[in-house]
């Protein structure tokens, strides 16, 4: 069953909609609605209605044009946590129909900033409770990455910025970059200086700043400790950090990076981004910054499942956010068309996550794999998904799609671009190795077009990984590019070993393409450090040892991949166990897809107290 995310903003009518603001104790407060016999919450702030400017309440002082932040409000003494109405209901009383007064001695202060019937939201204020904390946030491991660089040629922290807003952020946009500079400046009215995200954004930087890339594991070391310190006060910053650290490359610690995920998607949740903010009383520029945060960390969170086949930390059941368009691009009418298409590329893969989130509910859940849908009922799922996927493409600027007539695979595109052609060839060949697992045991034609359907997506992330050009490389790649080029090769050898002895041609053609996609690589690799390619090759190596004796043509490229790599292969052969100790991925099993034996997941209980069988039906 698909999710059922919000494609566009729903935003009630006015009288259903009116946001309202409050920051009082906590009294006699009536929920879900707020009746004409008591007093209005929100004429105790006097804040205009974004969603309606014409409505509001004044207190006999000037009404203020913009409403307050959410995320800046109690400085560092105070925390705003986002309370659900149910249990909101057990801090009031709505029975007690008794008009609000201010000067009560507070016990409990909030605020509300949705008055929505269906949907109203309220954020508790509470004291941080906070031990052993430093005095200063983040400054001393912003100290500490600045020391690291003592030497490197100009200012690491304008050149950092530089290369956050010049490639990151129009791909991936989390952080407002304007506001940024702002306090970085210092400038009157703006937020104080962010230390400790400043000393991420540093790190993030040595995939850019090519003086820096020595320095990768020292800087993260140290600017870690920045976001644990964050961890302590909660603010959308937080999760600017944590998002840094995830949209990072070379992404080589999955394990704490998945640790890292969950942390902050509890802290997301904390503050309530998890809920449709279209329609609150905030600021323009925080409610669309929510929006973009919530979607980043949804991109993450289904991406990883899918291609490391853990559970899903977000269920569609327990968020509302639509989908960002191009009105919540922080530039707006300054943005260039470059930037625009970088912001385009951003909407294509949040809606790629949302088909993402189908795969995942039909293939790789627990209850998936132990009461798996019929062979029929797999196929047409994936014809569904399939059809979803040429919507899309078909909804896309032409220069973001793939192969598309009279496009240039010479030039240099904005930043994101290749990153998304290659994500979403990634899912197709996802597709196809799903569909391949599921037609096991059909007649030889079946297979052939199956495999032949297989090869050529796999053309297509060959062809475009071959001619992307060094201005191309530079840019911004997402943390899973390397598994999306890693899975094209695993399908190639897996085409080339189900087509003997039957299907000549096509094994020429999967080990050719195979060839050819490892040997640019390589070359990637050694001509400019590309970490996408190195990461790719890492992986490939193993896949190639391993294939070896059904490919021996193969054989000769696996050491080319490993010189490329400078592994010190001893003696005259290296074992698959050794060669992945050897390249930091001991616990790594890139042929476990193949195997179609999910038994395990069940009990012999629910087997009828028999061993689960060998063979499951589940073909995923």
Avoid at 384 to 403: H, I
Wanted: hydrophobic letters at 40%; aromatic letters at 6%; charged letters at 20%.
């Amino acid at each position: 069953m698909a999710p059922d995310w919000a494609i566009t903003s729903q935003v009630e009518d006015s009288a259903a909609n009116v946001s309202s603001s409050t920051e009082a104790p906590l009294g006699p407060l009536l929920y879900p609605t707020l009746p004409d016999t008591t007093v209005d919450i929100s004429t105790i702030t006097g804040v205009v209605d974004p969603v309606d400017p014409g409505r509001h309440e004044a207190t006999g002082e000037a009404v203020r044009s913009t409403p307050p932040s959410l995320d800046l409000e109690g400085g560092d003494d105070q925390e705003s946590h986002f309370l659900g109405s149910a249990a909101f209901l057990g801090l009031a009383l709505p029975e007690r129909d008794v008009a609000l007064n201010p000067s009560e001695s507070a016990i409990l202060s909030f605020r509300q900033v949705s008055s929505n019937p269906r949907l109203p939201a309220y954020f508790v204020r509470q004291p941080s409770l906070l031990y052993g904390r430093p005095p200063n946030t983040g400054r001393s491991a912003y100290d500490t990455v600045c020391a690291d660089c003592a030497g490197i040629e100009g200012d690491i922290t304008s050149r950092s910025l530089d290369a956050l807003r010049r490639f990151t952020l129009p791909a991936l946009p989390f952080i407002n970059g304007d506001r940024l500079e702002r306090a970085c400046l210092g400038l009157q009215g703006s937020e104080p200086v962010p230390y400790g995200l400043l000393a991420v954004i540093i790190a993030h930087a040595t995939p850019y700043l090519p003086e820096i890339r020595p320095l990768h594991k020292k800087l993260w070391s140290s600017a870690l400790l920045g976001l644990e310190d964050e961890y302590r006060i909660p603010r959308l910053r937080t999760l600017q950090l944590a998002l840094l650290a995830l949209s990072a490359r070379p992404s080589e610690n999955i394990g704490q990076s998945d640790i890292g995920l969950a942390r902050a998607i509890g802290t997301a949740h904390l503050l309530g981004l998890h809920m449709d903010p279209s329609g609150w009383r905030l600021p323009a520029y925080e409610r669309s910054l929510r929006k973009r945060m919530w979607w980043n960390l949804m991109i993450h969170d289904k991406w990883r499942a899918l291609l490391f086949g853990r559970p899903s930390n977000i269920h569609s059941n327990n968020c509302n956010v639509p989908l960002p368009t191009l009105e919540d691009c922080e530039l707006g009418d300054r943005s260039s068309p470059a930037d625009q298409l970088s912001f385009e590329t951003f909407e294509a893969t949040c809606k790629l996550t949302v088909i993402i989130d189908r795969i995942l509910l039909g293939f790789y859940t627990v209850e998936a794999l132990t009461k798996p849908l019929g062979p029929l009922q797999l196929i047409g799922l994936l014809e569904s998904v399939q059809g979803e996927m040429r919507n899309l493409e078909g909804g896309l600027s032409p220069t973001l799609r793939l192969n598309m007539p009279n496009q240039s695979l010479l030039s240099t595109l904005p930043t994101g671009i290749r990153s998304w052609q290659l994500s979403f060839s990634g899912v197709k060949i996802l597709l196809s190795r799903l569909l391949l697992d599921v037609v096991t045991g059909c007649s030889p034609i079946q297979l052939f077009t199956v495999l032949e359907a297989a090869l050529n997506v796999c053309r297509e992330l060959v062809e475009m990984v071959t001619h992307i050009t060094p201005g191309d490389r530079a840019m911004f790649w997402m943390p899973y590019s390397s598994h999306h080029i890693s899975n094209c090769v695993s399908l190639l050898l897996r085409i080339a070993i189900r087509g003997r002895p039957e299907f000549g041609d096509l094994v020429a053609a999967a080990v050719g393409s195979t060839i050819t996609l490892t040997q640019n690589l390589i070359r990637a690799y050694e001509d400019q450090h590309w970490d996408v390619a190195g990461a790719g090759l890492k992986r490939i190596a193993s896949l190639l040892l391993m294939a070896d004796q059904d490919l021996p043509e193969t054989k000769g490229l696996y050491q080319s991949v490993i010189r490329a790599l400078g592994i010190v292969q001893s003696g005259t052969s290296m074992s698959a166990d050794d060669l992945l100790a050897s390249i930091g991925l001991d616990d790594f099993d890139p042929f476990a897809w193949i195997n179609n034996d999910w038994s395990w997941l069940v009990t012999g209980d629910e087997q009828g107290g028999q061993d689960a069988p060998q063979d499951s039906t589940r073909q995923a």
